[in-house]
């Protein structure tokens, strides 16, 4: 059973440009969740989106963006980059039923660079 | 705001021994509890979950659940070199985002 993948799995981009990252979560898995990750501030929330829907939003600026299509695919998108936005992009699908999750399972990550 | 709290450690313990790994949530409401594993330079992996009070065995790992406390840990007995990585204690309730914490630091010496 395929796993979570994501692409692109480095990234190096300059400030000011946007960068659009994309995930396939594990089939049947219709909820999938964006995280970013770095090092002081650990793992935190973006979005996350079931059925095409965005059901729930972490505390970031709007230049973070995302949706999700009919077969499950996920995209986020950071528009005017910034040197903070440097960090482990992780998405990760669950298996939920109604309401509950069931945990998630992660991808690899993209590793974004800001220079 | 939703917080989830873990002692960022690290925390050393020689192999064979008891690692007990702790948790405190702030949402009296959260329903399931999750404690995942990443290995520096990896994705976090799922090892535990639990919903219900009291203990949840699996091997070598035990999650131990109080709500009434707020509290979630996780033991691992007969600790390995292999287990030295960072536990990321994660929370939520029906319908909302996971919250994680910020993770404590495991390692294992042989």
């Known amino acids: 059973k395929a796993g979570v993948t994501q692409t692109p799995r480095y990234l190096i981009k300059t400030r000011g440009q946007q960068v659009t990252l994309s995930c396939s979560p594990i089939?049947?898995?219709?909820?999938v969740s964006w995280y970013q990750q770095t090092p002081g501030q650990g793992l935190q929330f973006l979005f996350e989106?079931?059925?095409?829907?965005?059901?729930n939003k972490g505390n970031f600026p709007g230049r973070f963006s995302g949706r999700q299509f009919s077969n499950s695919r996920s995209e986020m998108n950071v528009s005017t980059l910034e040197l903070g936005d440097s960090a482990l992009y992780l998405c990760?699908?669950?298996?939920?039923?109604?309401?509950?999750?069931?945990?998630?399972?992660f991808g690899s990550g993209t590793r974004l660079t800001v220079v | 705001q939703k917080e989830v709290e873990q002692n960022s450690g690290p925390l050393s313990v020689p192999e064979g021994a008891i690692a007990s790994l702790n948790c405190t949530y702030s949402?009296?409401?959260?329903?399931?509890f999750f404690w995942y594993r990443q290995y520096s330079g990896k994705s976090p992996e799922l090892i535990m979950f639990?919903?219900?009070?009291g203990d949840k065995e699996d091997g070598r790992f035990t999650a131990q659940l109080n709500k009434a406390s707020q509290y979630v840990s996780l033991l691992i007995r007969d600790s390995q070199p292999s287990d030295s990585a960072t536990y990321l204690c994660?929370?939520?309730?029906?319908?909302?985002?996971?919250?994680f914490g910020k993770g404590t630091t495991l390692s294992v010496s042989s």
């Open positions: 990760a699908s669950s298996l939920a039923k109604g309401q509950m999750s069931y945990g998630y399972t």
């Open positions: 089939s049947g898995h219709r909820s």
């Open positions: 989106y079931f059925s095409e829907t965005q059901r």
């Open positions: 949402d009296r409401g959260s329903q399931s």
């Open positions: 639990i919903y219900s009070n």
């Open positions: 994660a929370v939520n309730q029906a319908g909302t985002a996971l919250i």
